[in-house]
């Protein structure tokens, strides 16, 4: 089975829930783009840090409209629904030559 997109919907969550489910996926994505970095730092100490900043750069700005977002929600009643749309893709290219492998 070659899976593309999942779709998860939520409805009716309270704002404050909604804004830490939102926040969590971006800061995780955060803390892995440094954890990378750091990973290929500690193998070459000359890599750049120009493709992180970029990254980081997107995702503190993504955060910000979040924030903002949820910000601007305060003064409502409603509630939030919520759909995350999950795409993926395989680089089969990858593991090539291990299923080629045998004994």
């Known amino acids: 089975m070659n899976l593309n997109e999942v779709i998860i919907e939520e409805s009716g969550i309270e704002k404050n829930q909604s804004k830490e489910i939102i926040l969590s996926l971006i800061n995780n994505q955060i803390k ?3 954890f990378q970095y750091r990973s290929e730092w500690e193998r070459d100490h000359t890599v750049s840090t120009e493709k992180r900043d970029q990254k980081l ?34 680089d089969e290219s990858k593991f090539h030559g291990v299923l080629e492998y045998s004994n």
């Not at 997107?58 to 759909?83: G, R």
Request: cysteine-free.
């Open 32 to 34: 892995k783009q440094k």
């Open 57 to 90: 750069k997107a995702l503190y700005e993504k955060k910000a409209q979040v924030e903002k977002f949820f910000e601007d929600l305060l003064t409502s009643n409603n509630s939030v629904d919520i759909t995350l749309s999950i795409h993926t893709n395989v």
